[in-house]
């Protein structure tokens, strides 16, 4: 989100400092690399809190960290506020529309990177293994998928999962108008190079405390103070703490992954096994799993039973493993209504919010980086329910 900001800024004739702190594995790099434009609703609705129950870890993907009860207790309280019909219906109309430039935003982005290749549009395939299969596919194409064309997977494609798998799967359905990154380290790697030849300042060192005063803003580092006219705060989970007097519910929402080689055998596309909640994405020579939905805090221990699970799934689908698996997990940043944060600080012109994507911070990025740009340039304003005080005004 950063590092598409900061890109977009500078080649539009702004100044820019990105202060980054170098990271080998953040959430922008760990997840699936799907570019989600399906994903048009929010998920702060009532049929998402049933889940909690149907779902909780180990029998599904939703984790509550029982060791930080008060990092989550309280923003759930928020979350079922938010599941009011009212604003379940204001935030899907933000959120579809914000959508339905995601992925023309991302063709935009590679094409000024000169880097078609970084993307991949041949879409993504949904896969079910159970006995409510047929069920579960018909639910999915008779869903509303706005700017997305769902297609039954043929049966001969199903054959051929079936002749690699070792669980067999009965219905898929392919979605076509989403899209995935073919490297998410060289996304991020040649995002920063271009920042740079754009005249673009990286600063390599974490941001600390944020002032606002009437003509500038002070960013202490810990690599020294800067001053500047604007800040736009795209920091992640770490976002709230930078902000004085605003309320920011910001919950650690962890994802998990394992990757492994996969010694060149695994050539179907990109899947998502419904009924585990697994999404394995092809990176080169390299498979990816991920799952889980883990709620807890930033800073506390990851749970070696996720990674367990998942490795357990990869070896009952029969995926080709030819080396070691190796482990990630990562925090996304989730507002209790499961909106982004976007615009100026009511309290603070001078600080513009960019933060609060949860799941869809890779598929949103761009299209995120093209709003801010717009109401830095033109004072364009952005959708209310994406109101970076909106908390602030409610509590």
Same mark, same amino acid.
């Given at each position: ?115 078609? #290749? ?104 810990? #690599? ?172």
């Amino acid at each position: 989100m950063a590092r598409c900001c900061a890109l977009r800024l500078q080649e539009q004739g702004y100044a820019v400092t990105l202060v980054a702190k170098p990271d080998l594995a953040p959430p922008s790099w760990g997840n699936a690399g799907h570019i989600a434009t399906e994903q048009t609703q929010v998920l702060a609705r009532l049929s998402t809190a049933s889940r909690v129950l149907t779902d909780l870890f180990p029998r599904g993907p939703v984790a509550l960290d029982w060791r930080n009860i008060p990092a989550w207790l309280p923003w759930s309280f928020r979350f079922l506020h938010a599941c009011r019909p009212t604003i379940v219906r204001q935030g899907d109309s933000a959120l579809k529309n914000l959508m339905a430039d995601a992925l023309p935003a991302w063709k935009r982005l590679t094409e000024t990177l000169d880097r078609p #290749d970084l993307i991949d549009l041949r879409g993504i395939i949904k896969l079910w293994e159970g006995a409510t299969a047929e069920r579960s596919a018909t639910a999915s194409l008779q869903t509303d998928n706005s700017f997305i064309t769902a297609t039954r997977v043929e049966t001969r494609l199903i054959d051929i999962f079936n002749q690699t798998l070792a669980s067999p799967v009965r219905a898929g359905v392919h979605f076509a108008g989403t899209a995935h990154i073919t490297s998410p380290r060289e996304i991020l790697d040649t995002l920063l190079a271009r920042f740079t030849l754009s005249g673009g300042v990286h600063v390599p060192a974490m941001a600390l405390s944020i002032n606002h005063a009437t003509r500038n803003v002070h960013v202490k580092t810990t #690599d020294g103070d800067l001053v500047a006219d604007r800040v736009i705060v795209a920091c992640g989970i770490r976002s709230g703490s930078l902000l004085p007097r605003v309320t920011v519910p910001l919950m650690a929402e962890r994802g998990y992954h394992v990757e492994w080689d996969h010694g060149g055998r695994w050539t179907l596309p990109n899947v998502v096994f419904e009924d585990r909640a697994v999404v394995v994405t092809r990176f080169g020579s390299r498979l990816r799993a991920t799952s889980f939905v883990e709620f807890t805090r930033d800073a506390s221990r990851p749970d070696p039973c996720k990674w367990h699970r998942l490795e357990a799934h990869v070896r009952e689908l029969g995926l080709p493993v030819k080396s070691a698996f190796s482990r990630w997990h990562g925090s996304r940043p989730t507002l209790p209504d499961y909106l982004p944060a976007l615009g100026t600080l009511r309290h603070a012109p001078r600080i513009i919010a960019a933060y609060g994507h949860n799941h869809l911070g890779l598929t949103l990025a761009p299209v995120t980086a093209e709003l801010i740009t717009t109401h830095l340039l033109h004072g364009t304003p952005l959708p209310t329910p994406f109101n970076p005080d909106r908390f602030s005004l409610s509590s």
